[in-house]
Every structure is written in C-alpha cells, then in structure tokens.
Nanobody
Framework: QVQLVESGGGLVQAGGSLRLSCAAS????????MAWFRQAPGKEREFVAR????????VYADSVKGRFIISRDNAKSSVYLQMRGLKPEDTAVYYC????????????????WGQGTQVTVSS
C-alpha cells in the first residue's frame, strides 16, 4: 500500500519561510519522479515544483521560481519543499505526488497523492 504523508504546513507571516516534507512508503521511491502541487479554495490544483527520480533535474512554476526549492533524499524516501519569501497568494493546501514514468506538470501525470498539508500566509 503506497502512502505519501506531507507535514510541515502551518500559519506564517508574509515574507516568512516553511519547509514541507513528504514521506513515502510502499513504493520504490528512488524510481519515481516527485512533485508538489497546491490548491487554493475555489481554484484548480496547480503545479508548484517537480524533481526527477535522480534528483538532478528540477522544474518550478514561474510563480515560485527563486523562492521555493524542491529536493529529495532517496535514502529516506522523502521529498521536501523549502519555501521562502512567502506571499499571501501562496496560501493553499500543498500536495506531494509521485509518477513512475511521466515527468510532467499536470496532475494527471501523477498516480499517487498525499492527503495534503495546509499553508496559510498572512499579510
């Protein structure tokens, strides 16, 4: 049974930082591409960042480029999202996801999903 469990969300003031973690189990983690998506109330789920299975290829949404960093530790079966310079518009539920084959930016590209962690940025 595959599980992705996110943690690290919370309430932070604008300009602050948070580090999200996603612990994976039940899959061969080092063979999966991983991604973070987010979904704000009333909006569609949107791509934030992705990292390939080897960790040497990362892609970011324009809205977070230069502020967020995605990384992974295959020995710990975990993926991380370091978020700095947070803005109120970053407020959303953040999801980690896993894809065995497609290294894409669409939610449909990812087969496994976590339950999400809430990030709220106050102005």
């Amino acid at each position: 049974q595959v599980q992705l469990v996110e943690s690290g969300g919370g309430l932070v003031q604008a300009g602050g930082s948070l580090r999200l973690s996603c612990a994976a189990s039940g899959l061969s983690f080092s063979t999966y591409h991983m991604a973070w998506f987010r979904q704000a109330p009333g909006k569609e789920r949107e791509f934030v960042a992705r990292i390939n299975w080897g960790g040497d290829n990362t892609v970011y949404a324009d809205s977070v480029k230069g502020r967020f960093i995605i990384s992974r530790d295959n020995a710990k079966s975990s993926v991380y999202l370091q978020m700095r310079g947070l803005k109120p518009e970053d407020t959303a539920v953040y999801y980690c996801s896993a894809s065995r084959l497609v290294f894409g930016a669409c939610p449909q590209d990812y087969y496994y999903w976590g339950q999400g962690t809430q990030v709220t940025v106050s102005s």
